[in-house]
């Protein structure tokens, strides 16, 4: 089945203790991308990449990391987590960076709690 | 003025109402637009791409009006089970932009009884 899997799902922990939130997609997708959603914001993009080696920053970059070793993984790394990053992220792909009229296909979410 | 605005409803229709979303955005030169379909705390769903000349499948039609920069979405006979956020995407040119999209905040609906 085509997905895309992000774990964990639910995640409670505490300022500063550095946190990875991993996304496996198994449709060979060029392009993945990371949102985070929050009430009255909507989605708003965190990173993406175009493809292998190739990562460039959304519009809320700040305070986030990522890599893309291998085509089917796109981790979200925060390294010094914060209260403000508490929310739900999900993960995306999309099979090409260009063309156009692409739709992206999203993971199930990770909600994120910093306490 | 936001990218992609969508009004925030609630819409609140009964069942088998026929209901209309608008999404305006700010780009004219955007070429991809989509509407997906967000359960609650759940992952955005694709429901419909957006063609220039308009599209439907079963009882949703999608339409782009380019020169007032909106997309909008009907949704006819309405269901309970189509109660949930709607979200539009916009997208850029078809070259040079890649694929960054850009979502509007979603209506929310609610089918009743």
């Known amino acids: 089945e085509a997905q895309v899997t992000q774990n964990p799902r639910y995640l409670i922990t505490v300022t500063g203790k550095k946190l990875t939130v991993t996304c496996s997609q198994n449709?060979?997708?060029?392009?993945m991308s990371w949102y985070r959603q929050d009430p009255g914001l909507g989605l708003r993009q965190i990173y993406y990449s175009m493809n292998v080696e190739v990562t460039d920053k959304g519009d809320v970059p700040e305070g986030y990391k990522v890599s893309r070793k291998e085509k089917r993984n796109f981790p979200l790394i925060l390294e010094s987590p914060s209260p403000n990053q508490t929310s739900l992220y999900f993960c995306?792909?999309?099979?090409?960076w260009g063309g156009g009229n692409q739709p992206q296909h999203f993971g199930d979410g990770t909600r994120l709690s910093i306490l | 003025r936001k990218e992609v605005e969508q009004d925030p409803g609630p819409f609140n229709v009964p069942e088998g109402a026929t209901v209309a979303f608008n999404c305006t955005y700010s780009?004219?030169?955007?070429?991809?637009f989509f509407w997906y379909r967000q359960d609650c705390r759940k992952e955005p769903k694709l429901l419909m791409s957006?063609?220039?000349s308009g599209n439907e499948d079963g009882r949703f039609t999608a339409q782009l009006n380019r020169a007032s920069q909106y997309i909008s979405l009907l949704i006819r006979d309405s269901k309970l089970s189509d109660s949930a956020t709607y979200l539009c995407?916009?997208?850029?040119?078809?070259?040079?932009?890649?694929?960054?999209?850009?979502f509007g905040t979603g209506t929310q609906l609610k089918v009743e009884l």
């Open positions: 995306a792909s999309s099979l090409r």
């Open positions: 780009n004219s030169a955007s070429q991809s």
């Open positions: 995407a916009v997208g850029p040119r078809v070259t040079g932009g890649g694929n960054k999209l850009t």
């Open positions: 449709m060979n997708h060029e392009y």
């Open positions: 957006v063609y220039s």
